[in-house]
């Protein structure tokens, strides 16, 4: 059975920067039921705590990140770039050890957004652009979804 990598906050986990978590979608309850979930939050694996200070991508591209070319900066402006790219590494390990081709991540988080982030001003404004974890798992050929496209997804592994 097709394993999935999904975001902890998105099962209701209480690891955001603001301490919450969100409701799970019905689907995701039935995945997880099945067993086919592997849970992670890349910031928390990389080692922040919760709650944390927001943290943002100059410009919103995760890949520049990992490329070192960009930094991750709280909003009190200190540096996080090493615990997101741990994280990041971290979803990477269990994308390899569990065989996994697909991802469900949280819409526009600096580590999980596939689509869209902030754009590093914190104040709300969103540009076209990956979380450093999302542009990871990307880069190693691995799908990633959003909560907005779980219906894709779904369709996907029933074809
Ligand atoms: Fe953790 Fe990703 Fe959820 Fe942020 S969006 S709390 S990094 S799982």
């Known amino acids: 059975m097709e394993k999935i990598l999904v975001s902890a906050c998105l099962l209701g986990q209480r690891v955001r920067y603001d301490g919450g978590g969100f ?3 019905q ?3 039935e995945w997880q039921a099945q067993g086919r979930l592997v849970v992670v939050c890349p910031e928390v694996a990389g080692g922040l705590p919760t709650p944390r200070a927001p943290a943002e ?4 591209q995760g890949a520049e990140v990992l490329a ?3 930094p991750v900066h709280t909003d009190q402006g200190e540096d996080v770039t090493a615990p997101f790219v741990r994280g990041a590494e971290q979803a990477l ?3 390899r050890r569990h065989g996994i081709r697909y991802a469900l991540l949280k819409a526009r988080s600096p580590s999980c957004g596939n689509v869209e982030t902030y754009d590093g001003s914190f ?3 969103r540009v076209s652009g990956e979380g450093v974890a999302a542009a990871a798992l990307r880069q190693a050929g691995v799908r990633v979804f959003n909560e907005e496209q779980l219906a894709d997804l779904a369709a996907l592994l029933q074809s």
């Open 57 to 60: 991508i100059p410009g919103g």
């Open 23 to 25: 409701d799970p979608l």
């Open 68 to 70: 070192g070319r960009l």
């Open 123 to 125: 104040s709300g404004v």
């Open 93 to 95: 390990a269990l994308v």
């Open 27 to 29: 689907q995701l309850l």
